[in-house]
């Protein structure tokens, strides 16, 4: 089965990446709109669409809903409710449509995934990945505009 979308618990995955808004704290929304970008870039190198899910509790009180798209989702839970919850329920309604990937720390929310018949991932080798990918994107977008540029003096 293919890949249909990448859940992501988004504080877990800030407090792992500290190279995003760095001297921010982690729940701040200058932290959050970096992640959302990072991965809003990630999700147009590979396709595959990502939700990103916030506890909202740990948003401050006034905090501007992110945009979403179909592409990239940012989701903040109701009082009462955790990423979590919200994570396992998107795993049971995506498992019917393909494999969903999600992206904690959390060794329990990992383990209830994977008994819902999804996959796992830390966030320390999903960053790797994130990180590896754009690279290559960025490396294959320099080779391209060279190939044009010398493309383009040719024809002068």
């Not at 704290?25 to 999700?43: F, K, M, Q």
């Not at 329990?108 to 999804?118: F, H, M, N, P």
């Not at 690279?135 to 002068?156: C, G, P, S, T």
Request: glycine fraction near 6%; proline fraction near 4%.
């Amino acid at each position: 089965m293919a890949l249909v979308r990448i859940l992501v618990d988004g504080y877990s995955l800030l407090h792992n990446w500290p190279e995003l808004a760095p001297g921010q704290p982690r729940h701040s929304a200058a932290a959050r709109d970096e992640l959302i970008h990072r991965l809003t870039l990630y999700r147009d190198a590979i396709s595959t669409p990502i939700t990103i899910f916030f506890d909202g509790a740990g948003a401050q009180p006034g905090t501007p809903a992110a945009l979403s798209t179909p592409e990239v989702e940012v989701l903040y839970s109701r009082e009462g409710h955790t990423a979590d919850d919200m994570i396992e329920r998107a795993t049971h309604r995506f498992g019917a449509y393909g494999e969903v990937l999600t992206v904690t720390d959390d060794q329990a929310e990992r383990d209830t995934v994977i008994s819902l018949g999804g996959m796992a991932s830390s966030c320390w080798n999903f960053i790797q990945t994130v990180e590896n990918t754009l690279a290559e994107l960025a490396e294959d977008i320099k080779h391209h505009n060279r190939q044009e540029h010398h493309r383009f003096k040719r024809r002068k």
